[in-house]
């Protein structure tokens, strides 16, 4: 469990980032592009709706690793394959924006979730891998 510990970490930091956003704190040149100091209106709620998608991926990846039983287990372990993929994608969007506070901040951080949400789909556990 301490890879989904990490993930749900990581998550929860990116959540209070995107809630920062939603409350209109000049951090916008880290997200959305970087094209707005201040969140507009339509990315704010953006910023809101990633704030759900997080705690989704937090539910699905402690159901994966069996913490916590949610979904059938198919349906978590393929969902955890797409979060991967999403980070990746993630990964590559983040290293094309304009914006290098952005790019400097957002790549490493979705690098982490990536390689946390491909051990995680791949059924790793750093406590089962020490036994």
């Known amino acids: 469990m301490p890879f989904t510990l990490m993930l749900t970490v990581v998550l929860a930091l990116l959540a209070a980032f995107q809630l920062a956003l939603v409350f209109g704190a000049p951090l916008g040149r880290f997200a959305w592009g970087g094209q707005h100091r201040v969140l507009s209106k339509r990315l704010r709620i953006g910023s809101a709706i990633s704030i759900i998608i997080y705690a989704l991926i937090g539910v699905i ?32 969007m983040n290293a094309i924006s304009r914006s290098k506070p952005e790019r400097y901040t957002m790549v490493p951080v979705t690098l982490v979730l990536a390689v946390l949400s491909c051990l995680i789909a791949m059924g790793y556990d750093m406590l089962a891998m020490a036994i």
């Not at 949610?70 to 993929?85: Q, R, S």
């Open 61 to 92: 990846s402690w159901d994966r690793v069996g913490a916590v039983d949610v979904f059938p287990a198919p349906f978590a372990e393929i969902a955890m394959w797409v979060i991967f993929a999403y980070f990746v994608l993630g990964i590559l």
